[in-house]
């Protein structure tokens, strides 16, 4: 992070302290690219808690003193507009948990298929959706397996650590679920949900698949780098090397109970792609901000990036959280969010 004349501009530098400094010139420089939403969300970011948006006078009854409060822009991608947007989330979501253990799944998508993703993203993040939770489902449905309708709460998240893009799905699913009969509770092993290996692969069959059928439906766009895959035999090829590498499915260890679950969910279900607090230092070439490397295990360490690099906020946006629950059953109580698409299933 060190670099000569780099140095932070204040004690707490924001987000949108970065769109102030450069916003105009990154608006024009990708003008073709930047959309109504990325511009209204920049709008608002810029303008929250300022005198633009207005405010009100808060008088203290006992010495008189006063104070300017600026409006909040409560728009969902500003990172200061979410804490009381989490706690109504999580209050609400404490009467929807079972009184079980819980697991962990993590369903990410291969580097070449994310690239399509990028730009398709309301097509191919439905499917990444409905891929894993029918994935789960039919996998737990398998007497062989769990032998149950099963039911949790899946969170896309777009980005990673260094705010480069990285689609996956996190779901948080209980221990166990309903027979097939919905008489009984069918509990899962106390350190054991699913198979990874079926379950990665069965994954990857139902996400291609319906990526085929959404290229034969001629649903999907490809740009720039991605022209050549609007050929059929090209995206045919393409789709049968997706066939031969693994994907990445992962289960952490089950949750200790439903307030860590909570917690949890909450860290990822309002948050935007990076918080103020990790921005260390801002010039006018350069924004410095600290991220976790999970590979080297979740060390700390801080990253340069051109001043361009609030694209990375745009782009990313905000989580997408649906439930997940069987057709028939009711093995989940969880329900979606508010800010994702219809549910795909």
């Known amino acids: 992070m060190a670099r000569a004349g780099f140095h932070p501009n204040r004690s707490v530098i924001e987000i949108a302290d970065i769109l102030r400094l ?3 010139d990154y608006a024009r420089v990708h003008a073709a690219h930047l959309g109504r ?5 920049m709008s608002a970011i810029t303008a929250c808690r300022t005198a633009i948006l207005g405010g009100h006078v808060e008088a203290c009854d006992d010495c008189g003193a006063t104070r300017i409060a600026y409006n909040s822009c409560r728009n969902r991608h500003c990172p200061k507009c979410q804490g009381q947007a989490r706690t109504k989330w999580l209050t609400d979501r404490q009467a929807e948990l079972l009184p079980v253990p819980y697991f962990h799944l993590v ?3 291969p580097a070449p298929i994310a690239e399509i993703a990028f730009q398709n993203k309301t097509i191919v993040y439905t499917i990444l959706f409905k891929a894993a939770a029918d994935a789960m ?11 149950a309708k099963i039911g949790g709460l899946a969170v896309l998240h777009t980005w990673g650590q260094a705010l480069t893009h990285h689609p996956h799905v996190h779901c948080v699913v209980p221990g166990g679920g309903l027979s097939s009969d919905g008489t009984r ?8 949900f699913l198979a990874i290996k079926p379950l990665s692969r069965l994954f990857r069959r139902l996400f291609l698949e319906r990526l085929q059928a959404a290229f034969d439906a ?30 990445l499915v992962y289960a952490k260890k089950p949750f200790g109970g439903p307030a860590r679950v909570l917690a949890y969910l909450g860290r990822y279900t309002h948050r935007v792609a990076i918080a103020n607090s990790r921005i260390k230092a801002l010039d006018d070439d350069h924004v410095a901000f600290t991220w976790k490397d999970y590979r080297q295990n979740g060390a700390v360490a801080a990253l340069l990036r051109p001043r361009y690099g609030q694209q990375r906020n745009c ?15 009711t093995a ?3 329900r979606d969010t508010g800010s994702c698409p219809p549910r795909p299933y």
């Open 22 to 24: 450069h916003g105009q």
């Open 37 to 41: 939403v990325e511009r209204r969300v």
């Open 107 to 109: 369903f990410t998508l």
């Open 137 to 147: 489902m039919a996998l737990a449905a398998n007497p062989r397996r769990l032998g």
């Open 185 to 192: 509770w069918v509990a899962a092993r106390p350190s054991f």
């Open 218 to 247: 001629r649903m999907l766009g490809f740009y720039t780098n991605l022209t050549h895959l609007a050929d059929r035999n090209a995206f045919a090829a393409h789709v049968q090397t997706m066939h031969r590498i693994d994907w």
């Open 315 to 329: 782009q990313a946006g905000r989580h997408r959280a649906v439930s997940i629950e069987d057709r028939s059953g």
């Open 332 to 334: 989940s109580r969880s």
